[in-house]
C-alpha cells in the first residue's frame, strides 16, 4: 500500500529556518517523482516544486524558487521542503504528493504556523 | 503559465440532485486534467484523472468529460458525503496550476 507520512505540525518565529519531511512506503521511491505543495488558509492548492530520488532532478514552480529548497534522501525513502528564513506569509499547510502524472497519493499535510 | 478557471466558485445543492463543474483552461492542455475532492481537514484525493478516467475506488456517479480546453466534472446523483471542495489541475505543461475550487454545499 501506498503510504506518505508527514512530519508533524510547526510553529515558528519569522526568521527561524525549518525543514518538514514526507516518508514514503509502499513503491520504489527512485521511480516516482514526488512534489510539494501549498494551500494558505482558506485557499486553493499551489504547486511549489518536484524531485525525482532517482537522479535528484529538481523542478521548482518559478513563484517558488530561490524562497525553498527541495531534497530527498534515498537511503530512508524521504522527501523533504526547507526554509531558511520564514515569513508570516508561510503560514499554510504542506502537502507532499507522489506523481503519477496527476497525483495519485498524497500525504496527510503539515500544518507550518509563522508568529512572532 | 497556464490558467485554469472553475466555475461556479460555489454550488450549493440537496441530496439527489445533478451537479456540473466546470473548469476552462487558457490554452489547450489535450486530456492531462484531473479533478480532486477535498474535505475540510483533510488532504485532496483524487477521483478523476485524463479527464474522464475513474480513479479506482471512486463511485460511478462521478464522471468527467472534455478535451482541450474545456472540461466537466459531474456528480449523477448527490450523496451527502460529496459535499466538498472540488479543485481541477492541469498536468499538461509544468507548472501544473489548480483551478481555484468549487465549493458543494447544502442547499
Known amino acids: 500500500e501506498v503510504q506518505l507520512v508527514q512530519s508533524g505540525a510547526q510553529v515558528k518565529k519569522p526568521g527561524e529556518s525549518l525543514k518538514i519531511s514526507c516518508k514514503a512506503s509502499?513503491?520504489?521511491?527512485?521511480?516516482?517523482?514526488i512534489g510539494w505543495l501549498r494551500q494558505l488558509p482558506g485557499e486553493g492548492l499551489e504547486w511549489m516544486g518536484i524531485i525525482y530520488p532517482g537522479d535528484f532532478d529538481i523542478r521548482y514552480n518559478p513563484s517558488f524558487e530561490g524562497q525553498v529548497t527541495i531534497s530527498a534522501d534515498k537511503s530512508l525513502t524521504t522527501a523533504y521542503l526547507q526554509w531558511t528564513r520564514l515569513k508570516a506569509s508561510d503560514t499554510a499547510i504542506y502537502y507532499c504528493?507522489?506523481?503519477?502524472?496527476?497525483?495519485?497519493?498524497w500525504g496527510q499535510g503539515t500544518l507550518v504556523t509563522v508568529s512572532s | 503559465d497556464i490558467q485554469m478557471t472553475q466555475s461556479p466558485s460555489t454550488l450549493s445543492a440537496s441530496v439527489g440532485d445533478r451537479v456540473t463543474i466546470t473548469c476552462r483552461a487558457s490554452?489547450?492542455?489535450?486530456?492531462?486534467l484531473a479533478w480532486y475532492q477535498q474535505k475540510p481537514g483533510k488532504a485532496p484525493k483524487v477521483v478523476i484523472y485524463?479527464?474522464?478516467t475513474l480513479e479506482t475506488g471512486v463511485p460511478s456517479r462521478f464522471s468527467g468529460s472534455g478535451s482541450g480546453t474545456e472540461f466537466t466534472l459531474t456528480i449523477s446523483s448527490l450523496q451527502p458525503e460529496d459535499f466538498a471542495t472540488y479543485y481541477c489541475q492541469q498536468y499538461d505543461t509544468y507548472p501544473w496550476v489548480f483551478g481555484q475550487g468549487t465549493k458543494v454545499d447544502v442547499k
Open positions: 509502499g513503491y520504489t521511491f527512485t521511480r516516482s517523482w
Open positions: 485524463k479527464a474522464s
Open positions: 504528493a507522489r506523481l503519477n502524472g496527476y497525483n495519485d497519493y
Open positions: 490554452q489547450s492542455i489535450s486530456s492531462w
